[in-house]
């Protein structure tokens, strides 16, 4: 069974800095989807970044990026010029051909002023 | 704009009772999601629906089942709610296939007494 384990419960990042965010994965699969969503407080969860297991050249959406080590089953988010509406829940999410959606336990990031 | 909708934010129930979680998407996409999400666990899945009437159970789907009678609507049904379900449920719906992005309802906040 596929598995994702995101090891730090929360991080803190002073504004403007960059932060990442470390997300591994367990899959016997060679072709799947990997992403991150956000969950900011008392609002819904909305996607993030998405990447293809096949493609080499990490994703990248504004000040949002991932490296993605497919040998290794990592795929961290690193954000860039932290801003004060980035506080949220993150998770990360594993996707493969049989559609379900197998989330990691989540990253709590706070901003600090 | 898209939108996945959950029939109450707020619900407080008594140990026993038959409990109803109603999730209406209006994209209309295939796949619909059932979620429970508590802290320290992360989302976990409970059931997965990619047609109508047609369902598969995920990792935690003891004490619930579900009902896919239209397209666009996905039933989360507690048969006898108890105290160990108190927590917040997560509706979400995507297309088919590994790369596209899963819509998350605002989430049902459940209590069970």
């Known amino acids: 069974a596929q598995t994702v384990t995101q090891s730090q419960p929360e991080m803190s990042v002073q504004e403007a800095e960059t932060v990442t965010l470390s997300c591994t994965y367990d899959t016997s699969e060679s072709d799947y989807y990997l992403f991150w969503y956000k969950q900011p407080p008392s609002r819904q969860m909305i996607l993030v970044i998405r990447q293809e297991a096949y493609k080499q050249q990490n994703a990248t959406e504004n000040r949002f990026s991932v490296n993605f080590q497919k040998a290794a089953k990592s795929f961290s988010l690193k954000i860039s010029d932290s801003q004060l509406g980035d506080a949220a829940m993150y998770f990360c999410?594993?996707?493969?051909?049989?559609?379900?959606?197998?989330f990691g336990k989540g990253t709590r990031l706070h901003i600090l002023p | 704009d898209v939108k996945v909708t959950q029939s109450s934010r707020y619900l407080v129930k008594r140990t026993g009772e038959k409990v109803f979680l109603e999730c209406v998407q209006d994209m209309d996409h295939e796949n619909m999601f059932w979620y429970r999400q508590d802290p320290g666990l992360g989302l976990r899945l409970i059931y997965f629906s990619y047609d109508v009437k047609m369902k598969e159970k995920g990792d935690i789907p003891e004490g619930y089942s579900v009902s896919r009678e239209k397209k666009e609507r996905f039933s989360l049904i507690l048969e006898s709610a108890s105290t160990n379900q108190t927590s917040m449920y997560l509706c979400?719906?995507?297309?088919?296939?590994?790369?596209?992005?899963?819509?998350f309802g605002q989430g049902t906040r459940l209590t069970v007494v």
């Open positions: 999410a594993y996707k493969s051909r049989d559609d379900k959606i197998i």
């Open positions: 979400a719906s995507s297309l088919p296939g590994m790369n596209t992005e899963a819509f």
